[in-house]
């Protein structure tokens, strides 16, 4: 095969991945990366007893091996563990965010090498070295794609998920560049992903195939497998026939390697609300609105919210049923705000979705494109605009860009691990759970072989 390709991309970002080590990480990356390794985790762990977790747990019982599915005492192949755990890390949809992505780096990612590190018997600083790399590879393939396939209705936590869970993976198996860049090329068959299936078990599923798919495409290089070494830019490849070559950017893609890294430059967005992220300005201002006074929920006659074109297509669920639904909506997330004064894993149980008071509310709720935001242009000023009439006659106006655990408005430490806590203390108690976040933020002094058991 003689491909004619653009840049060399697949070649370059591979080199890239084959060539990253610890010792060039920033500190302000190494950091970060274990922030979002024990994010990540905290997250999962809360998603153990969900029933889109519990169904892919359900299809890999029997089949044992060396690596841990998070929150039990079950052990199954790393392709397996990866397929689990990728799913309950998006399960919640508390996992964090990245703006070059436009989709969730860390939920594909973190689970695939720690399945695969049971294997290998990695050490910490592998680890994090490993899940840099592939965060790295998902969000400056993200720079290049975006938004044309973002918009062509593509679920970017699948189709670049997969191909930064292979170089995470391929990192960690210390493949070269050339079985790297085989790696990365396996991993473009197995992109997908429809964000038609938001709302239901399927798309938390899709950080578990991007997991899985990972996995098996580092292993399938490693193991001598062949494919196109040009696969994301030649004609027929992976920006062809997910964005179209007329419409991509591929120079974005290598554009400050190992100088700009996309993990602190634009950075990762973390979540306090198990909700899509954008609906989370929405609920900040609410829930600060009222927490001042300044929004009286039993007084609201009327809540105009209007936002980016991206926001009105991704939140398609105007009249929730499900909690799974409920996420998706844009209407229930702020009705729970106001109704429950919270918004908190509870609020997304199927029975609250459908309460009377929450039909109620989500009546007085008119969901707009804002006239600023209609392009594909203005996703970069995206903001939320909301206007509240009372009965008394007074009116609330805010208007936010970022939201809370936005790097922006970034969480201190603390804040970090009362979120990991929460998240995964329901199955092994707050303490143990504080240990947990305690190893996981210093998980790069673990010497070989010791992460495997920490989970």
């Given at each position: 095969?003689?491909?004619?390709?653009?840049?060399?991309?697949?070649?370059?970002?591979?080199?890239?991945?084959?060539?990253?080590?610890?010792?060039?990480?920033?500190?302000?990356?190494?950091?970060?990366?274990?922030?979002?390794?024990?994010?990540?985790?905290?997250?999962?762990?809360?998603?153990?007893?969900?029933?889109?977790?519990?169904?892919?747990?359900?299809?890999?019982?029997?089949?044992?091996?060396?690596?841990?599915?998070?929150?039990?005492?079950?052990?199954?192949?790393?392709?397996?563990?990866?397929?689990?755990?990728?799913?309950?890390?998006?399960?919640?949809?508390?996992?964090?965010?990245?703006?070059?992505?436009?989709?969730?780096?860390?939920?594909?990612?973190?689970?695939?090498?720690?399945?695969?590190?049971?294997?290998?018997?990695?050490?910490?600083?592998?680890?994090?070295?490993?899940?840099?790399?592939?965060?790295?590879?998902?969000?400056?393939?993200?720079?290049?794609?975006?938004?044309?396939?973002?918009?062509?209705?593509?679920?970017?936590?699948?189709?670049?998920?997969?191909?930064?869970?292979?170089?995470?993976?391929?990192?960690?198996?210390?493949?070269?560049?050339?079985?790297?860049?085989?790696?990365?090329?396996?991993?473009?068959?197995?992109?997908?992903?429809?964000?038609?299936?938001?709302?239901?078990?399927?798309?938390?599923?899709?950080?578990?195939?991007?997991?899985?798919?990972?996995?098996?495409?580092?292993?399938?290089?490693?193991?001598?497998?062949?494919?196109?070494?040009?696969?994301?830019?030649?004609?027929?490849?992976?920006?062809?026939?997910?964005?179209?070559?007329?419409?991509?950017?591929?120079?974005?893609?290598?554009?400050?390697?190992?100088?700009?890294?996309?993990?602190?430059?634009?950075?990762?967005?973390?979540?306090?609300?198990?909700?899509?992220?954008?609906?989370?300005?929405?609920?900040?201002?609410?829930?600060?609105?009222?927490?001042?006074?300044?929004?009286?929920?039993?007084?609201?006659?009327?809540?105009?919210?209007?936002?980016?074109?991206?926001?009105?297509?991704?939140?398609?669920?105007?009249?929730?049923?499900?909690?799974?639904?409920?996420?998706?909506?844009?209407?229930?997330?702020?009705?729970?705000?106001?109704?429950?004064?919270?918004?908190?894993?509870?609020?997304?149980?199927?029975?609250?979705?459908?309460?009377?008071?929450?039909?109620?509310?989500?009546?007085?709720i008119n969901l707009y494109t804002h006239p600023e935001l209609t392009t594909p242009e203005s996703v970069p000023y995206d903001f939320t605009?909301?206007?509240?009439?009372?009965?008394?006659?007074?009116?609330?106006?805010?208007?936010?860009?970022?939201?809370?655990?936005?790097?922006?408005?970034?969480?201190?430490?603390?804040?970090?691990?009362?979120?990991?806590?929460?998240?995964?203390?329901?199955?092994?108690?707050?303490?143990?759970?504080?240990?947990?976040?305690?190893?996981?933020?210093?998980?790069?002094?673990?010497?070989?072989?010791?992460?495997?058991?920490?989970?």
């Open positions: 095969m003689e491909p004619d390709p653009i840049l060399p991309v697949t070649k370059t970002l591979a080199e890239f991945v084959a060539d990253l080590a610890w010792q060039k990480l920033p500190p302000a990356v190494q950091e970060e990366g274990r922030l979002a390794i024990a994010d990540t985790i905290g997250g999962a762990l809360a998603a153990v007893n969900e029933p889109a977790a519990r169904a892919v747990m359900a299809i890999v019982e029997g089949e044992t091996g060396p690596s841990a599915i998070w929150g039990t005492a079950l052990r199954t192949t790393p392709r397996n563990a990866a397929l689990v755990n990728g799913a309950m890390a998006h399960a919640h949809d508390i996992d964090d965010t990245n703006p070059s992505m436009r989709g969730h780096p860390s939920c594909p990612v973190v689970p695939a090498i720690f399945a695969l590190a049971a294997k290998t018997g990695a050490s910490g600083q592998e680890l994090v070295t490993a899940y840099v790399a592939g965060v790295e590879i998902a969000t400056k393939l993200g720079r290049a794609v975006n938004m044309p396939h973002y918009n062509k209705g593509w679920h970017t936590t699948l189709t670049l998920g997969t191909l930064g869970a292979a170089a995470a993976c391929a990192r960690l198996l210390r493949l070269d560049a050339g079985k790297t860049a085989i790696a990365l090329a396996i991993a473009g068959s197995r992109a997908g992903g429809l964000v038609a299936n938001f709302g239901t078990m399927t798309k938390p599923t899709h950080s578990g195939f991007a997991a899985e798919g990972g996995v098996t495409a580092a292993l399938l290089a490693q193991a001598g497998t062949t494919a196109n070494p040009a696969a994301l830019e030649c004609k027929n490849g992976f920006f062809d026939l997910f964005a179209g070559l007329e419409q991509v950017q591929p120079a974005l893609a290598l554009e400050a390697l190992n100088e700009r890294f996309d993990l602190v430059d634009p950075g990762n967005i973390y979540k306090q609300y198990p909700t899509c992220s954008l609906t989370h300005c929405a609920i900040d201002m609410l829930l600060d609105g009222v927490a001042e006074g300044a929004i009286k929920p039993d007084q609201i006659a009327s809540i105009d919210c209007g936002v980016g074109y991206r926001c009105v297509s991704t939140l398609p669920y105007h009249d929730a049923r499900t909690g799974l639904e409920g996420k998706f909506s844009m209407e229930y997330c702020l009705a729970a705000a106001l109704v429950h004064g919270q918004v908190t894993f509870a609020e997304f149980e199927d029975e609250k979705v459908r309460s009377p008071a929450i039909a109620a509310m989500q009546r007085k605009d909301i206007v509240i009439k009372h009965q008394d006659g007074t009116v609330f106006h805010g208007r936010e860009q970022k939201a809370k655990g936005d790097p922006a408005k970034r969480w201190t430490l603390q804040q970090f691990k009362d979120k990991f806590v929460r998240c995964a203390a329901g199955g092994m108690g707050a303490e143990a759970a504080a240990r947990l976040w305690d190893d996981l933020h210093r998980l790069d002094a673990l010497p070989a072989g010791q992460p495997k058991g920490l989970i």
